[in-house]
């Protein structure tokens, strides 16, 4: 009957609702099931990683029957870096399989320094501003990725360090600037330990450990093979933790309230230039107390001394008579702190590390002492007086050389009162004693010209050597000579310091002996080269600050030389 049928109608219609509803929920339990495979997507999503969850990507796997969680998260190294004379369009470029980006801007050049037997140039863009912002996530700031406000305070201390200075355009031969810069990097969850929570970024221990002292912050324990590293300072901390599938695991935070206080008064620094410490490869030696040598004038290319056995070695090689270091030795049974005279090798065997132009003088300290008689005024106001003596005992046998020297000395003492006193921010200064610093480098250069034209046999690096193995001797001779009351003029200034460079005089017929003997080279060419060679440290100390001269640095203030550009992993949490 008609009634009949349309009731069979509805019940069919009602049953074939039910069907397909139970159809659609087995399909959505079954997507629910399938996408649950795909372990660790929902840690890679934009309220844990920010931007970078846009890389992320599911690829299933029919031999698994399941979902494979890929992600991409930054690489974080430093490489040198050149920047171009001319503005160049920002490229994407790609290094070993890789995509790396500059942290910051000013795109440039890469010049792979960090891998030896390759040199290679690129032209590379900056890193989008949305992957390394903080704030561009959905979630809590708190429960990001750590490495994301890592990322937003390197950019922001690039755009300090470089924007804000002529460090651009420093071609100098003297250093080669390093830049941190951003790789790419793909990953899957497959690979990470059950226990982590949030996709890691990946570092070196060799970049970590400059990068985070470039933010401002002082390692407190670096202790890598263990898995314990902790750094503080300028708001920042860092510190580590130790898993025991990867190793150690470095958690990042900084201060909220000073980082939203300066945007909102649009403050990029609270920080002046000079504080700034030069941001170069050969500073980052320093760093690790390893001290880089002039490439055209020492023999070798560095000189460890962080520790004070490394002193020691380091001595054996410039004396290998082991006279200095046993003087050393000698010298710390009365002062645990004293290796002085050896400082004279920082200002006498390093390349010029300021850039032309900029303000930024700060070094860290290589070596336990090292402020010498060539960076402190007793040593400039005692030379100076000597040297006049010196030239006035002469009279016209004096050589121009020294003659160019006292005149040099005297047009910088009477244009900047700073040049015998000590540190002054006027950068017209440190541009002029620069000039004077690469005339002695000039002289030097002429000196090994002549040297390989075979007129006679002259080595800057065994006049440094010399006058190191004579200089660890004065800091004894000048308490005995005051003790027994046979010091000189002092001019009102510290006795001992400036009792020490009446003592190098002293010295001057000792290595123009030696050398003369050794090399062949002429008497009055080894006197002028020593008179020259204590004016250029001069300009070198004045050139850049470490410390005041009462500071003591224990090793503990340094890191390990072995771990200079190490290539040991070490992951960001």
């Known amino acids: 009957m008609p009634g009949d049928n349309s009731k069979e109608a509805q019940l069919a219609s009602a049953a074939l609702a039910v069907a397909l509803t139970a159809l659609a929920i087995a399909i959505v339990q079954l997507l629910g099931q399938l996408f649950a495979t795909a372990d660790g997507y929902r840690r890679c999503q934009p309220s844990v990683m920010g931007a970078w969850a846009k890389y992320t990507r599911l690829r ?292 010029m590390l300021r850039q032309r132009g900029d303000k930024k003088i700060l070094l860290p300290v290589p070596t336990e002492h090292c402020i010498g008689l060539c960076s402190l005024k007793e040593g400039f106001v005692i030379f100076r007086q000597r040297l006049a003596e010196y030239i006035v005992e002469e009279g016209d046998a004096a050589s121009e050389q020294a003659r160019w020297v006292l005149d040099s000395y005297d047009k910088l003492r009477d244009t900047h009162g700073c040049w015998e006193d000590g540190y002054n921010g006027f950068t017209p200064f440190f541009d002029e004693v620069y000039d004077r610093w690469e005339e002695t480098t000039a002289y030097f250069e002429q000196l090994d010209r002549q040297n390989t034209n075979g007129q006679y046999c002259f080595s800057y690096a065994d006049l440094v050597a010399c006058h190191i193995k004579h200089a660890v001797n004065f800091w004894h001779q000048a308490h005995e000579r005051i003790r027994e009351a046979k010091q000189r003029d002092h001019h009102g200034l510290t006795d001992w310091l400036a009792e020490g460079m009446h003592l190098y005089w002293d010295y001057l017929p000792k290595i123009v002996e030696e050398l003369a003997y050794r090399l062949g080279a002429p008497q009055s060419m080894i006197r002028d080269a020593w008179i020259t060679l204590i004016f250029r440290a001069f300009c070198w100390s004045r050139s850049h600050h470490m410390c005041r001269a009462e500071e003591r640095f224990p090793e503990s203030t340094r890191l390990p030389s072995r771990y200079w550009e190490s290539k040991l992993p070490v992951y960001l949490g």
């Open 60 to 351: 299933w796997k029919w031999s698994e029957m399941r979902f494979e969680t890929l992600f991409t998260t930054p690489e974080i190294l430093l490489m040198n870096y050149k920047p171009f004379p001319e503005a160049t369009p920002k490229l994407t470029g790609s290094l070993w399989g890789r995509e790396y980006q500059w942290i910051g801007e000013t795109p440039g050049a890469i010049e792979d320094g960090t891998f030896e037997h390759r040199q290679i140039y690129r032209s590379i863009g900056s890193l989008d501003s949305n992957l390394v912002d903080e704030n561009k996530g959905s979630g809590m700031r708190d429960e990001m990725a750590c490495w994301l406000p890592f990322l937003n305070s390197i950019r922001d201390n690039e755009r300090r360090v470089y924007l804000r200075s002529r460090s651009n355009e420093d071609t100098s031969k003297y250093h080669t600037l390093r830049r941190p810069v951003c790789g790419l990097v793909r990953r899957s969850w497959d690979f990470m330990a059950p226990e982590l929570v949030r996709p890691l970024a990946m570092t070196y221990i060799g970049d970590i450990a400059v990068i985070v002292l470039r933010l401002g912050m002082e390692w407190q324990t670096f202790r890598p093979e263990a898995g314990e590293m902790r750094a503080e300072g300028n708001e920042h901390i860092i510190y580590s933790t130790l898993d025991r599938s990867i190793g150690p695991i470095l958690h990042y935070a900084h201060g909220q309230a000073r980082d939203v206080y300066l945007k909102e008064h649009r403050i990029e620094s609270d920080v002046p230039d000079r504080r700034l410490i030069i941001p170069t490869r050969e500073v980052d030696m320093m760093r690790f107390g390893i001290l880089p040598c002039h490439a055209g004038l020492m023999r070798r290319k560095s000189y460890n001394m962080g520790t004070i056995g490394e002193v020691q070695a380091t001595l054996d090689l410039l004396d290998p008579t082991g006279s200095a270091s046993k003087k050393v030795r000698d010298n710390r049974q009365f002062d645990a702190t004293s290796t002085h005279g050896f400082s004279d090798l920082i200002p006498m065997g390093a390349p």
